[in-house]
């Protein structure tokens, strides 16, 4: 919100004061905290040279490790506790998900499944696994873990939610919306289950989209994405002015959503506007020099505004990125039959 001039001019030295003490104290906390782990991890290491088996000690340096993003040490650590004491279902399930951040999968899941192994009752382990083998495309593997963690706790809502997910993937948008809700049910705080709501009615025209958004806004105010979703929703229904503000409001949190401005120009070509077309998707180009669809946008704005040199350079620049891009060979073809 824009502030009064006046009062910006009142409060200019306050305000900048107290950024700088904010500034310094944020510096203090992170350098304390730096310092802590450092010192923790040179304690930790004094231990491992007196005891060299003892699976703690290397199980919690390796999480100071992670903390401060040195992931390989902590790695080597965490594969060391393993070794150490391979009946510790805790010490699969933390190098599970070490491994899937390096993109490790397969050693993730035999790690996560291990892990499930040891400790029957371990719903962190089985809810990796169904994420995971979602990813993948394992439906009935998946399916099975989070049948295991329902029968546990059916009111967990990721087992919920991820019941919905597979639902969708099996192509039942009924189940898929009853799983959902209920995870929602559930979880008051859900934010990803509002957005996959949003989702799935804006695919069915339903306004009930606009509601479960606008919750998710609500819990992730700067989420730029699901203004573009609000945006895409009113545009499916033509409501243009609508669909143009929710985008306005995505590029004010991310200035570089391209998505964005390419809608901005569709509809500015609608509207006849093809200066604001041309504007918009100039910056689309201008973030992305490859960016197809926005050369052959700006080709046809200015097609429609006369300016047909430019208009034959942006489809050819289109066709030299992809020769077999079809709306800009249709293109081509109707400006050789205007000469």
């Known amino acids: 919100?824009?502030?009064?001039?006046?009062?910006?001019?009142?409060?200019?030295?306050?305000?900048?004061c107290n950024e700088k003490v904010s500034n310094k104290a944020s510096s203090n906390i992170k350098l304390d905290s730096?310092?802590?782990?450092?010192?923790?991890?040179?304690?930790?290491?004094?231990?491992?040279?007196?005891?060299?088996?003892?699976?703690?000690?290397?199980?919690?340096?390796?999480?100071?490790?992670m903390k401060i993003n040195s992931l390989y040490k902590g790695l080597a650590d965490l594969q060391n506790s393993v070794k150490l004491d391979p009946t510790n279902a805790e010490y699969f399930l933390k190098l599970g998900e070490l491994n899937y951040s390096?993109?490790?999968?397969?050693?993730?899941?035999?790690?996560?499944?291990?892990?499930?192994?040891?400790?029957?009752n371990s719903i962190d382990c089985r809810l990796n696994l169904a994420q995971l083998y979602l990813a993948v495309g394992e439906l009935k593997k998946g399916q099975g873990r989070l049948n295991e963690v329902l029968d546990k706790d059916p009111q967990n809502s990721s087992a919920l939610f991820l019941t919905g997910n597979y639902a969708l993937m099996n192509k039942?948008?009924?189940?898929?919306?009853?799983?959902?809700?209920?995870?929602?049910?559930?979880?008051?705080?859900?934010?990803?289950?509002?957005?996959?709501?949003?989702?799935?009615?804006?695919?069915?025209?339903?306004?009930?989209?606009?509601?479960?958004?606008?919750?998710?806004?609500?819990?992730?105010?700067?989420?730029?994405?699901?203004?573009?979703k609000v945006g895409m929703f009113y545009q499916s229904l033509k409501l243009y002015e609508q669909a143009l503000e929710a985008y306005e409001r995505a590029l004010e949190i991310n200035p570089n959503h391209q998505t964005s401005m390419h809608n901005i120009a569709v509809i500015s070509i609608f509207s006849q506007n093809y200066s604001k077309s041309i504007d918009y998707f100039t910056r689309a180009i201008q973030l992305d020099a490859s960016y197809i669809e926005a050369y052959f946008g700006r080709?046809?704005?200015?097609?429609?505004?006369?300016?047909?040199?430019?208009?034959?350079?942006?489809?050819r620049t289109s066709l030299m990125l992809n020769p077999k891009y079809i709306p800009s060979r249709e293109a081509m073809s109707r400006l050789n039959l205007l000469k």
């Open 1 to 16: 919100m824009k502030r009064h001039l006046r009062y910006i001019f009142i409060c200019f030295s306050l305000l900048s």
């Open 34 to 65: 730096t310092l802590f782990i450092n010192a923790s991890i040179d304690s930790l290491t004094l231990l491992i040279l007196k005891d060299s088996l003892n699976a703690s000690n290397y199980f919690q340096r390796a999480g100071y490790y």
């Open 102 to 120: 390096l993109q490790n999968s397969r050693v993730a899941r035999d790690s996560w499944e291990k892990c499930s192994y040891l400790d029957p």
């Open 172 to 228: 039942d948008t009924i189940k898929a919306l009853k799983y959902i809700q209920a995870a929602i049910n559930e979880n008051q705080d859900f934010f990803n289950a509002y957005d996959l709501m949003g989702v799935l009615y804006s695919a069915k025209g339903d306004i009930l989209a606009l509601d479960y958004f606008n919750t998710a806004l609500r819990l992730a105010p700067n989420q730029y994405d699901i203004h573009y």
């Open 299 to 315: 080709g046809y704005a200015y097609e429609l505004s006369g300016d047909l040199l430019k208009s034959e350079l942006d489809y």
